[in-house]
């Protein structure tokens, strides 16, 4: 499938695309219309169900946004009580899906780090 719009508002924008009311892998997409400002790491954004929930066995899924940010390197951490298997894929766009899974429950602290 291809979609196309033309934003008509200047600002950030976040387009979901559901398959069976669930987001597919790298949704919701977050993209910015009009002249970039003042870049660095305050401006990276990152979001999706992988930051807020998850279950053993099973990638937890999330976007970070790092287009606004200018150039630098990005690191993610996800530390709790078992060792997770993160995957990254630089979309080359300035956007970066990322999926972790963990074998054990528990609480987890995921790392976001710019520099």
Avoid: M
Wanted: hydrophobic share 30%.
């Amino acid at each position: 499938y291809g979609v196309n719009f033309v934003p008509k508002e200047l600002g950030v924008h976040t387009v979901s695309v559901l398959y069976k009311e669930i987001h597919i892998p790298g949704s919701p997409f977050q993209f910015t219309v009009g002249p970039l400002r003042d870049s660095g790491a305050h401006r990276v954004h990152a979001g999706g169900p992988g930051l807020e929930r998850g279950e053993v066995n099973q990638p937890c899924e999330f976007n970070v946004w790092t287009r606004e940010a200018g150039a630098g390197s990005l690191a993610i951490s996800v530390e709790g009580p078992s060792k997770a298997e993160i995957d990254f894929k630089d979309r080359k766009d300035g956007s970066c899906y990322v999926s972790y899974t963990v074998v054990e429950p528990g609480e987890y602290r995921v790392g976001i780090k710019f520099n």
